[in-house]
């Protein structure tokens, strides 16, 4: 997209790389703000529609590995620097239409590493950000059709935002960490105010819940804190050893995987589903096997029973 050099985005441009100064050669904090920035000010242009401003509200932004964990610590302080910016963007616009649609009470920003992304390489100078309206939705998918989402993106190939359908299935190996999920409360008067309302989901200490649990086999137990709202339930075995949302147990008894557990967003419930063509209990109740690609998902009560093949037992304890 071209620009004119004296408009909020040349402003926002010059501010963040001020002329007569070569950028740096690796990825900054700036870097980063600067493509949330470039993808919510094209989702402000094409998403208005009459008189009601329209926006992106939720983001996903993928970086190399390396990158993701050197920024990591900084990435609290890049959120609230993009919401300044955005509604300095939302202030600049409001003289052109009668009415402010947020499509959602909070932004939402979910980082992860990848190395490649919808067939394409993740580099260490590569900054992937997809933006929505509101968040992803669930489902199963239905026959053949592959659940899609419309997103804003930018085209490696052009370097310009475009709105697209993605493929969720992409999104599948990138692990989004709780350490890099925020969420800022809207605010109608397009400010942070006096103070932050920038939040992480949880205390990482204590994590969403605890699973105690028991390998009748073995004859031995551990506890496992769940600090992801997704997790994977597998046989221990050296090619899970690298996915930091895994339950593994050394059991013979478990299959690889097993089970998934996972937080419900919108619920606020936790649910489970088997993959396993051995039997899972939950609470005494057997629950039915389903595909892996197409989970069939079950409500967890706050404090659960589970037994996997009749030998292996977990206790599920939702944190408060």
């Known amino acids: 997209m071209s620009r004119r050099s004296g408009d909020f985005f040349g402003t926002l441009k010059n501010w963040l790389v001020p002329e007569g100064k070569e950028e740096p050669s690796s990825i ?14 094209h989702s402000c242009n094409t998403e208005s529609v009459g008189s009601s401003l329209l926006f992106n509200m939720h983001f996903l932004i993928i970086l190399h590995p390396d ?7 900084s ?34 920003f979910k980082f992860g590493p990848a190395t490649d992304f919808n067939g394409e390489r993740i580099g260490k100078f590569d900054i992937r950000v997809i933006g929505m309206l509101t968040g992803l939705k669930t489902g199963a998918q239905t026959g053949d059709r592959k659940q899609t989402a419309k ?18 299935d992409v999104l599948r190996h990138i692990h989004f960490a709780e350490s890099g999920n925020f969420t800022v409360k809207f605010s109608n008067e397009l400010s942070l105010g006096g103070g932050s309302f920038l939040k992480q989901a949880r205390n990482m200490d204590s994590g969403f819940a605890r699973i105690d649990y028991f390998l009748g086999d073995k004859n031995k137990g551990d506890t496992y804190v769940m600090k992801d709202t997704e997790i994977v339930i597998a046989r221990k075995e050296p ?19 097993h089970a998934r557990i996972r937080l419900n967003e919108s619920t606020g419930k936790f649910q ?28 967890l009560e706050p404090k659960s029973q589970i037994l996997l093949n009749g030998i292996v037992t977990l206790e599920f304890k939702q944190q408060p």
């Open 151 to 168: 997103v804003t993106i930018k085209s490696k190939a052009t370097n310009v935002f475009d709105k697209m359908d993605l493929n969720l």
């Open 67 to 73: 990158v993701y964990e050197q920024r990591l610590p």
């Open 28 to 41: 900054t904090n700036n870097d980063i703000l600067r493509e949330l920035f470039q993808c919510f000010d």
């Open 272 to 299: 489970i589903a088997s993959f396993s063509v051995h039997e899972t209990r939950v609470n005494e109740v057997v629950i039915a096997r389903s595909d892996a690609a197409s989970p069939s998902w079950f409500d």
């Open 239 to 257: 090619e899970n050893q690298g996915y930091s949302n895994y339950l593994l147990l050394d059991s013979n008894y478990v299959s690889n995987p």
């Open 75 to 108: 990435l609290p302080v890049v959120v609230k620097e993009a919401v300044k910016l955005f509604y300095k963007k939302l202030q600049a616009s409001r003289k052109h239409y009668e009415d402010l649609s947020p499509v959602s009470s909070h932004w939402q």
